[in-house]
């Protein structure tokens, strides 16, 4: 079966860094997407991983180690715009199937 | 570029009446479309995937009987809920792949009454 694991919910001020943790164990592997959500709005794309490291992208950065089952998607200079659900998604197939864990919510602080 | 689009947005309807949603890559061919349901504070749960020319696939626990999903063009998928009931109010959000990326749309809104 596929698990995927990330906090439920994480805290910051503006300004400050934050890193959502991610761990998945699925029977087939082709990449590690991380989305962002708003509520009541579809998911955009943030990153892709499908060698190990890192990969960065402005504010943010993403990480990942296939043999641990591990990523992580890391926000720098955080914004009010960034609280949002960050969506862990591995790959599953070579049909690009996905599966998403069920999301940190990011609340950002003045 | 990479748009999909969905329709309707939100729709409101009877139990027991059916309701057909349309997934549009607006500037791309895709050969494989996705089918998501996310109910309130949870995630996107995964269920079909929609291949041109072909039967969908269905995760465990979907109904395929229940959720018609045809992908008669490239450009065009829709889900068909059948019969619906309140339970099936959710929101429904489709996907489209284009190479490794599924480019997502903007959801659509389900009221069963």
């Known amino acids: 079966g596929q698990n995927i694991d990330q906090p439920t919910e994480m805290t910051a001020t503006e300004g400050a860094i934050v890193q959502i943790n991610c761990t998945y164990q699925?029977?087939?592997?082709?990449?590690l997407f991380w989305y962002q959500q708003h509520a009541g709005e579809a998911p955009t794309f943030l990153s892709y991983?499908?060698?190990?490291g890192l990969e960065e992208k402005g504010r943010f950065s993403s990480f990942l180690s296939r043999s641990k089952g591990y990523s992580y998607l890391l926000l720098k200079e955080l914004q009010m715009k960034d609280s949002a659900s960050y969506l862990c998604?591995?790959?599953?197939?070579?049909?690009?199937?996905?599966?998403f864990g069920a999301g940190t919510q990011v609340v950002v602080t003045p | 570029g990479a748009v999909v689009s969905q329709h309707p947005s939100w729709v409101i309807c009877k139990s027991g009446t059916s309701v057909k949603i349309e997934c549009r890559s607006l500037?791309?061919?895709?050969?494989?479309m996705f089918w998501y349901r996310q109910f309130p504070k949870q995630s996107l749960m995964l269920m079909a995937t929609?291949?041109?020319?072909?039967?969908?696939?269905?995760e465990q626990g979907v109904e395929k009987d229940k959720f018609l999903i045809n992908h008669a063009s490239l450009t065009l998928s829709t889900l068909t809920v059948t019969s619906a009931h309140p339970e099936d109010s959710s929101f429904y959000i489709c996907?489209?792949?284009?190479?490794?990326?599924?480019?997502f749309g903007p959801g659509t809104r389900l009221t069963v009454t």
């Open positions: 996907s489209a792949k284009l190479a490794h990326e599924q480019y």
């Open positions: 699925t029977s087939g592997f082709n990449g």
């Open positions: 991983n499908v060698l190990d």
């Open positions: 929609s291949n041109e020319g072909s039967k969908a696939t269905y």
């Open positions: 500037d791309f061919q895709a050969t494989t």
């Open positions: 998604a591995p790959s599953t197939d070579s049909w690009g199937k996905f599966q």
